[in-house]
């Protein structure tokens, strides 16, 4: 840190250290800057302060980052990080909106190594990202190992699974723990999904005697939707389930597990029901809160039941009854939160069943207002979920990704009356020399004067 003349602001080079107690030394890491105790850069716990909030006061002599908690410091970290070298002098007091920011990747469509999810994690924690929801099953493949059911990953995770067969591969249980704690490092929380009673053609294909009929089913590369089904009436589905989330379960430090529930177009309703009855309790028996898609809504939930909205029309009583008997809300509406779709009609990947998703549009709305019936006590958050069916590669998932994820990420973060598009646009705009420098593929949305 030197001391520049105009006292304005301060410039962090090669000489600034960190002075950090012994607690933050772990986030002093991820500022990449020498310890030192009379380091320029001072972190600090301040328990008058909201966990995940953070203080930040730059004067010409040094930085003084306070936190509620590690996890409050190193979003603070970010936020210098994303300043630059050259720190505006002034005070920043800032807190997150709402608990849960998150982001969703699909494995099942298209595989992603344990590599290519801990550099993604690293993107997101930029923009104070805390959860990655991870879609670990679906028709097309199974892509964490199950101890007990080897052949889900043996060949439903095995060579021509995914989408057009392109997305191979699945974590072994080492692989998850390996994902989960470098996550945990960076203060983001894994949620995995399970997706059931729908979305299981890959479960029929390695085990075809959980089927109704008990023949072989073919695999599928396809992208279709809601031809497949757990069968509700049948005990083995309630045994494969129940080891399957108390393995995950296991696995898992984070509160939640995520059980889908979604597009089960072939599921009878009463089906359905019976199924849900059955498994919505399960996760609370290993300790864990349960989440659905919002489709889970329309049966009895838990008191600790998450509902995940992700619809493009704007009412769902279902969604809005289980608000008021007072579960919570997060808000992935497709039109607005989907990573997935095309930016414009112009895009090369990506789909458009909710119509093309701009940045703008990604940026300008409001999680409160989006819902009758669910308001801003209700919510516990926002997610934006990126769906595998286009993606072949990770610079596929960083053009989707990038510049949308800021734009909900700051949805999730700030206040309604603290967010403004053109100032949002300029800000963004900073991002394009770095991500071209990191080699991180982007889409140069023309909505941004891009630097
Ligand atoms: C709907 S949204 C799905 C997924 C697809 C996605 C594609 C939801 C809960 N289910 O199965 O991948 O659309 O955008």
Known sequence: MRPVPAASFAIIDGGTAVSAPPPLEGV???????????????????????????????????????????????????????????????????????????????????????????????????????????????????????????RLTEVSGGPGTGVDGAGPGFLTLGDYADVVAYAADRFVTIVPEIDMPGHVNAVHVAYPELTADGRPVAPRTDAEVGYSSLVAGREETYTFVETVLKTVAGLTPGPYLHIGGDECLSTPPEDYRTFLERVLPIP???????????????????????????????????????????????????????????????????????????VERAYDWDPAERLPGVGEDAILGVEAPLWSETLRSVDDLRYLTFPRLPAVAEVAWSPRDGRDWQSFRERLAAFGPRWTAGGISFHRSPEIDWH
Do not use: C
């Not at 380091?39 to 930040?56: H, M, Q, V």
């Open 284 to 358: 609370g028996r290993f300790g864990k809160s349960v989440i659905g898609w919002h489709e889970i809504a329309g049966v009895d939930l838990p008191e600790d039941a998450v509902v995940q909205y992700w619809r493009i029309e704007a009412t769902d009583d279902a969604v809005a009854r289980a608000a008021a008997d007072g579960r919570r809300v997060i808000v992935s509406p497709a039109d607005r939160t989907y990573l997935d779709m095309k930016y414009d009609a112009d895009t090369p990947l990506g789909l458009d069943w909710a119509g093309h998703l701009s």
């Open 28 to 150: 002093a890491a991820h500022l990449g800057l020498p310890l030192a105790a009379d380091g320029a850069i001072a972190l600090a716990l301040d328990e008058a302060l909201p966990a995940e909030a953070y203080r930040l006061e730059i004067t010409a002599t040094g930085v003084t980052l306070a936190g509620g908690s590690p996890q409050g410091v190193f979003w603070g970290v970010q936020t210098l990080r994303q300043l630059g070298r050259e720190l505006p002098g002034g005070v920043i007091e800032d807190h997150p909106r709402y608990a849960y920011r998150g982001a969703m990747l699909d494995l099942a469509r298209h595989f992603f190594t344990p590599a290519q999810i801990k550099a993604h994690v690293d993107l997101l924690v930029q923009f104070k990202i805390n959860h990655l929801h991870l879609h670990l099953t679906d028709d097309q493949g199974w892509r964490l190992e199950i101890p007990g059911w080897p």
